[in-house]
């Protein structure tokens, strides 16, 4: 997926600048991965509404385009 943005990973806390424990690490790659799907699942739905929409404005411009045929009456008097 070339157009996302990666969040970057880091492996030392830069306040205290200790390593992470490897339970940190662990959890804070499961937050980033959380982060990712949440993204991803997002972009999906906008995708899905967007195409939705698209299919919505396709139908009601097929509808706009109905042929319309005009009869001319002729009176007849008797």
Same mark, same amino acid.
């Given at each position: 997926?070339? /157009?996302? /943005? ?10 205290? /600048?200790?390593?992470? &424990? ?40 097929? /509808? ?8 001319? &009456?002729?009176?007849? &008097?008797?």
């Amino acid at each position: 997926m070339e /157009g996302f /943005g990666r969040v970057p990973r880091y492996f030392s806390d830069k306040t205290s /600048g200790r390593v992470l &424990s490897e339970e940190e690490r662990a959890a804070e790659n499961v937050y980033i991965q959380k982060m990712e799907r949440e993204k991803l699942e997002k972009l999906r739905r906008k995708a899905d509404k967007d195409k939705a929409e698209a299919a919505k404005r396709a139908a009601a411009g097929k /509808g706009d385009k109905v042929p319309v045929v005009i009869i001319k &009456s002729t009176v007849v &008097s008797l």
